[in-house]
Nanobody, 115 residues
Framework: QVQLVESGGGLVQAGGSLRLSCAAS????????MSWYRQAPGKQRELVAT???????NYADSVKGRFTISRDNAKSTVYLQMNSLKPGDTAVYYC?????????WGQGTQVTVSS
């Protein structure tokens, strides 16, 4: 059974930091591309960052220089280090695993940034 379990969300003041974690199980983690998405109220879900199976990374322009995605294949876990948080980063953050046409989502973790 595939599971993606996010943790680390919470309430933080603008300028603060949070580290999200996504623990994966039920599939071969090392071959999957792992991503973080977010969805703010009334908005579409958007891609935040991706780390490929080979370790390459990509970021949305809005988070470049502030967020860092990383993976630990030994722990089947992907992380999102978020620094210099802004109120506009407030959203539910979702972990995603993707391999060719297969994809799976976590349940999401709320991040709220107060001004």
């Amino acid at each position: 059974q595939v599971q993606l379990v996010e943790s680390g969300g919470g309430l933080v003041q603008a300028g603060g930091s949070l580290r999200l974690s996504c623990a994966a199980s039920g599939f071969i983690f090392s071959i999957a591309d792992m991503s973080w998405y977010r969805q703010a109220p009334g908005k579409q879900r958007e891609l935040v960052a991706t780390v490929g199976s080979g370790g390459n990374t990509n970021y949305a322009d809005s988070v470049k220089g502030r967020f860092t995605i990383s993976r630990d294949n030994a722990k089947s876990t992907v992380y999102l280090q978020m620094n210099s948080l802004k109120p506009g980063d407030t959203a539910v953050y979702y972990c995603n695993a993707n391999y060719h046409s297969w994809t799976s989502w976590g349940q999401g973790t709320q991040v709220t940034v107060s001004s």
